[in-house]
């Protein structure tokens, strides 16, 4: 595996941390896609199975591949230059544009002129956030894989209401306390994690902000969302399929579900990058970016 370790730093001055993925030496990405940033998924990070694997196959196909940490990578770390508390259980995941605006940007200044984006779970949550909220004409087409569905709406209506919603209360409790920062250690839904009560409720309170379904008309570039048959908590259940009949602005918005596939398809790991490479040597050619 040919990989060079890299970091970037963000706009607001954070370092992160990164494999750089050089393509395969005589090889020539099909489709006009040159470059492919990846995106982790809930306390995961840049060498995350799921994300080097992928990374990994579309190296040997020709695409240059960054697996980029996010500030809200693993659980917990702290930032030696500001002292403060990062990571998944602190994320807010609005802020996460910056992270990868900055991968964005190494791609662009090692010469990548059409840049794929693709996350799984909830950096394909990320990835596709960041296609709906910014107008980055370096951006080609965006993979979200395995997207996690961030809906309080959703989840009220679901089997797990009384769960979620005596989480929502704590949290609630907390911030009204002045303790938004303090970790709720037990929670389990939507996922077993730490989380503080101002990072809860911006992922799952009542504002949706992070809702792909009603955010996909805003995406405007070609999307191609892959999930597993076998996705079928709350949280994932028919997300993938919702986002890409949602995405109504995209000249070409696909999805796969790949059956018997669990989430982030890493027992279809193979069948996954197939999918997502054939997706990409079908995109219509685009203008060269200076």
Known sequence: MLVDLMNVTTSDGIRLDGNFFK???GVSPRGPVDGVLLIHGSRGNF????TTAMAEDLRTKGYACLALN?????????NGTDGRYYGNAFDILDRSRLDLRAGIDYLWGLGYRHIALLGHSMGAVRVAYYAATEKDDRVAGVIPISPVRLSYSYYMASK???????????ANQLEAGGRANELMMDVRFPILQPFSAASY??????????????LAPNIRIPM?????SLETHTRLRDMGRDLALAAVNSPKAEYLIIEGG???LNNRRQECSAAVLNWLASLAPQRVRA
Do not use: C, M
Not at 47 to 50: E, L, N, Q, V
Not at 160 to 170: H, K, L, S, T, W
Not at 201 to 214: F, I, M, Q, S, W
């Open 224 to 228: 191609f969302v892959v999930a597993g």
């Open 23 to 25: 393509p395969a030496q």
């Open 262 to 264: 669990d989430h982030s």
């Open 70 to 78: 996010t500030t809200a990578h693993d659980t917990v770390w702290v």
């Open 47 to 50: 060498y995350t199975r799921s």
């Open 201 to 214: 409720l911006d992922k799952h309170g009542p504002a949706e902000r992070y809702n792909l379904v009603t």
């Open 160 to 170: 797990d209401a009384e769960e979620f919603q005596g989480i929502i209360n704590r």
